[in-house]
């Protein structure tokens, strides 16, 4: 086995065009084997090779490695210049901040893209040291900035980073922002001649941005415990300062998991939605007779919730639960003049309910924050189902873990105070609204097979069902009481499927009657969605096979 010509020289460019001395070393160390026949070197080059970073998530993201499918300074570099040819192709210029998380390259990657945007003539102002992700969004709106940068790669592994674009509204860069973006980028030099410049200046919002959060609470009631994870992230220290200063003083950290560390060594995966990821939070929560745990991802824009059972047993909420009770919350507070909130087509349709309880408008959108908080005029309030809300969207036009917590922690006292708690809103909400059971299911498949599961969906579309198609790649079925969605994931090769079932609840005595036959119908659902899915996805694997686990 040998290197092609083609690759060996394209893998020697990007060397001799590398800024970088440690990214440099590295490729030649790979390039050095795969020359001499290594059969995983020669893989490894074609993976590192195979082509740049695609904006996706409002940016780039993947594995820190050298290359120009990893995350490394020469593909920062070129990527920022990209951003800021693309920022000023009107001829103007102005304020971009510049923020990063702990992860690995984070601090290399920050400096690199604030040297880029410097020399590229924009007024650069970078925060200081390593911040939560809504710190950033804050900033750009704060600041009256044209964009912003952040290097995270949320609850990603621990060998990836990213970088994430925020637009002058303080929201997510969207579509066809990052495709003019790529063309940018594609035309930009080589990482070693993009010009840079030294000329940052460091701006600190945190006790804006404190304050902001510090008007969040709607009730006097602070007699609260609250136990907290920050998962090895950069949440810990704001969340804890945010809590205080609205007067919830009563906090416990997972000790484990209270500084920064990029490893994330205590967790397999760093993500909250991920089984044990929670498991030291909810030991401690037992522990010290916390009333509400709260757990962040670690560039805390996603917060998750975990309740006490009334046998004493801890679980942490779904999405949906905590999307429906901090939607209600807000609501129910008033003081809004024609309010709209939003979820998404696969998140919880409860939200609709209980927007019309109260007069308020309700749209749904396709997945992801870009598109939550560009739903419309009067936004008050948006969530999707992982993990992801925005509370207060005139501040913070993304999801924020920190400020979700206070408001979360501001409900939970009042709840406490009135004999009440999280658990018995749910209940309350499922009578008035009914029991919306949601599940989400995902089979791994490679592009190329999860397209043609969608292409022959589009062709022969499942009797029985009304279709809706709200993005090419977006299947929505409709029927009953019931709701199937069909997507790829945005960030794994996997077709995933979001389930609902909503059973009404005719009087508050029905509701456990209600609850198990929604269980039931949920149940069924998932039978249907295999049946569904299956003959797109045997002919696309070329094999029978199950086409969801646990169907």
């Not at 900033?139 to 952040?150: C, H, I, P, S, T």
């Not at 990029?262 to 010290?288: I, M, R, S």
């Not at 709209?340 to 408008?361: D, I, K, N, W």
Request: aromatic fraction near 4%; charged fraction near 20%.
């Amino acid at each position: 086995m040998s290197v092609a010509p083609a690759l060996r020289d394209a893998a020697m460019r990007w060397i001799a065009d590398d800024p970088d001395a440690a990214t440099r070393a590295e490729l030649q160390q790979v390039l050095a084997r795969a020359m001499v026949g290594d059969a995983d070197a020669i893989r490894d080059l074609s993976d590192r090779m195979s082509g740049p970073l695609r904006f996706g998530t409002a940016g780039l993201r993947g594995p820190v490695r050298a290359g120009p499918s990893g995350m490394n300074v020469a593909v920062v570099r070129r990527a920022t210049a990209g951003l800021a040819g693309w920022l000023a192709r009107d001829g103007a210029r102005g304020t971009v901040v510049v923020g990063r998380d702990a992860r690995h390259g984070s601090a290399a990657f920050a400096e690199a893209a604030a040297q880029v945007l410097a020399g590229a003539g924009f007024d650069v102002r970078g925060l200081p040291g390593a911040l939560p992700t809504p710190v950033l969004a804050f900033a750009v709106r704060e600041l009256g900035a044209v964009a912003g940068v952040q290097i995270t790669a949320s609850h990603n592994p621990p060998a990836d980073n990213g970088y994430k674009v925020y637009l002058a509204d303080g929201a997510q860069l969207a579509p066809p922002g990052d495709a003019e973006i790529e063309a940018w980028i594609a035309a930009a030099p080589a990482a070693g001649a993009v010009p840079t410049a030294a000329t940052v200046s460091t701006v600190d919002v945190t006790e804006s941005y404190l304050d902001r959060v510090a008007r969040l609470p709607r009730g006097a009631a602070r007699t609260l415990r609250i136990a907290l994870t920050p998962l090895h992230g950069v949440g810990g220290a704001v969340a804890v300062h945010a809590l205080t200063r609205t007067g919830f003083t009563d906090v416990h950290v997972v000790g484990a998991q209270a500084a920064p560390d990029p490893d994330f060594p205590t967790v397999a995966f760093p993500n909250p939605e991920e089984p044990g990821a929670t498991d030291a939070l909810l030991a401690l929560a037992a522990e010290v007779g916390a009333d509400l745990a709260v757990a962040l991802d670690p560039d805390a824009d996603r917060c998750a919730l975990g309740v006490a059972a009334p046998d004493g047993s801890w679980r942490m909420l779904t999405g949906d639960e905590t999307g429906v009770l901090l939607g209600d919350h807000l609501l129910r507070s008033g003081g809004y003049d024609d309010p709209l909130v939003a979820t998404t087509v696969v998140s919880s349709s409860m939200l609709r309910s209980v927007a019309a309880q109260y007069g308020a408008r309700y749209t749904e959108t396709l997945t992801g924050f870009k598109w939550i908080v560009r739903g419309g005029p009067g936004l008050v309030y948006g969530y999707e189902e992982a993990l992801g809300y925005c509370v207060d969207p005139d501040a913070v036009r993304d999801k924020d873990g920190i400020a979700a917590a206070v408001l979360a922690a501001d409900l939970a006292a009042g709840l406490r105070a009135a004999g009440s708690g999280l658990l018995g809103r749910l209940d309350e909400l499922a009578v008035a609204h009914g029991v919306h059971r949601t599940e989400g299911l995902s089979l791994r498949l490679e592009p190329a097979a999860r397209d043609a599961v969608l292409e022959r969906l589009r062709a022969t579309p499942p009797p029985g069902w009304d279709v809706e198609w709200p993005a090419p790649d977006v299947l929505v079925l409709r029927g009953a009481g019931r709701r199937v969605v069909i997507r790829p994931s945005g960030t794994e090769p996997k077709l995933k499927a979001y389930l609902e079932v909503v059973e009404p609840v005719p009087d508050p005595a029905a509701l456990p009657a209600a609850r198990a036959a929604a269980e039931e119908r949920l149940e069924r659902l998932r039978r249907s969605c295999a049946e569904i899915v299956a003959p797109a996805a045997i002919s696309a694997h070329g094999r029978e096979s199950p086409p969801w686990p646990g169907c």
